[in-house]
């Protein structure tokens, strides 16, 4: 049995996942990196995207749509992020009408002073809605 390693998922308002796993693969700023037991020691910056674990003992991998946050890895692996959803809790249509709402406040306040962190808060948002839609769609594991 292949070597396996203990992951946390943390947000605010939960512990999201607590298990052995053998694989998580997790978007950060410069693009997607796996990690498994024996990983050098690294802490890093996650961006909105994908997450895919792959359990101990199993070939399936679960999949959710994370946030941003950071992942930390020592001994075990502990990702922190804002918000995490499996893709069979994503409501598709709320994720839809989520995205369009923000990409209408943005066309209308495109030529206006609104305060810079609420436009880049709303692109960050449009984004999540993006993923939320991928991965409850089957994300990049989707069969074709």
Not at 2 to 29: A, H, M, N, R, W
Not at 72 to 95: F, G, L, N, Q
Not at 109 to 136: C, F, G, W, Y
Request: one cysteine or more; aromatic letters at 6%.
């Amino acid at each position: 049995m292949p070597k396996s390693v203990k992951l946390q998922v943390i947000t605010p308002s939960k512990l999201f996942y607590e298990g052995d796993i053998e694989l998580v693969i997790v978007k950060t700023l410069t693009g997607e990196e796996g990690y498994m037991a024996g990983h050098s020691w690294a802490c890093k910056l996650l961006d909105v995207g994908e997450m895919l674990i792959q359990e101990a003992g199993s070939k399936d991998f679960k999949t959710a749509a994370v946030s941003g946050g950071f992942v930390d890895i020592m001994k075990d692996i502990v990702i922190y992020t804002d918000a995490a959803e499996w893709s069979a809790d994503i409501d598709v249509e709320r994720a839809n009408s989520m995205r369009a709402y923000g990409e209408d406040w943005l066309t209308e306040h495109s030529d206006t002073d609104e305060d810079p962190e609420l436009i880049e808060r709303t692109h960050v948002n449009i984004a999540m809605q993006k993923v939320r839609v991928k991965v409850a769609e089957g994300g990049r594991r989707k069969k074709k």
